[in-house]
């Protein structure tokens, strides 16, 4: 179901800066903005105030055609009919998972997070993962203490596990340049869409960065006066 649109901006939500009516509204100018894939991702532990949200922005997705999934909760995301859902080293493991989406009929997508950690990305592949996620690239604002990825391990696990790849953690319109090379096919954030005073503009910047960047990053390393 929908694996062939996991590419492009892949937002998080930040549920720390919003909730319910202003959550919805953020998502919904982030979709506008450009994004792609939305993801649900709550620590509050509230059951009701998590059920809501994401079910609301379950309905946004549906109607903008977009991706929508759910962080960490299998019930959840089964629940409100998510398209799919993250699960990192905390969360149920992969295979537990895709019987359970069987057992209720549901083809879903399930990503993982691999880190840095080339092993494990190969063993989520070999598991049936549907994406891999990879970082933190940058230093993270919203995940100070996530160990660093390196670049490269985009392109390595794009090329020789078959899946598509995101990288996650203090991506920037900035700093997205230098990954673009790598070829991700999606690039998520929280901080730089949701922290930005304009959550519509920074999706749209994002969103631009990313299609430009392996040029421009070619570009900045270009010496040649004659062709700038
Ligand atoms: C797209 C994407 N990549 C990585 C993560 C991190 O998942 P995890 O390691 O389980 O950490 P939490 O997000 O649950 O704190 C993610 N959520 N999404
Ligand atoms: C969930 C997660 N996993 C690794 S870094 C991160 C947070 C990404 O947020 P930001 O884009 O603000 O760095
Ligand atoms: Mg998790």
């Known amino acids: 179901m929908r694996r062939g649109e996991l590419n492009g901006l892949y937002v998080i939500t930040d549920t720390t800066r919003f909730q319910r009516e202003a959550l919805v509204e953020a998502v919904s100018e982030a979709i506008q903005g450009g994004a792609r894939i ?3 991702r709550d620590k509050s532990g509230d059951a009701e105030r998590r059920r809501d949200e994401a079910a609301a922005l379950g309905e946004l997705c549906r109607h903008h ?36 989406f069987q057992a209720a009929g549901l083809d879903a997508i ?13 063993r989520a592949a070999a598991e ?3 994406y891999l996620a990879f970082g933190a690239m940058f230093p993270s604002p919203t995940k100070p203490h996530a160990p660093g990825a390196p670049a490269e391990v ?14 996650i953690g203090g991506i920037t319109a900035t700093n997205v ?3 673009m090379p790598h070829r991700p096919d999606m690039i ?33 390393t270009n010496h040649d006066p004659e062709n700038p």
Not at 67 to 95: Q, W, Y
């Open 177 to 179: 340049g230098d990954l």
């Open 128 to 130: 049936g993962a549907d």
């Open 65 to 100: 055609g977009r991706v929508f999934i759910v962080n960490d909760d299998v019930a959840l995301a089964t629940e409100v009919g998510a398209d799919g859902v993250h699960l990192g080293r905390e969360d149920a493991p992969l295979t537990d998972t895709r019987a359970r």
């Open 110 to 122: 399930i990503g993982v997070s691999c880190y840095a950690d080339r092993l494990r990305a190969e």
């Open 38 to 40: 939305v993801q649900y």
């Open 154 to 167: 985009l392109g390595w696990a794009r090329e020789r596990l078959g899946r598509p790849v995101c990288g």
């Open 188 to 220: 998520a954030v929280i901080s730089e869409v949701f922290a930005a005073p304009d959550i519509r503009a920074a999706a749209e910047t994002m969103a631009q960065a990313m299609a430009a960047g392996p040029i421009e990053s070619l570009s900045s």
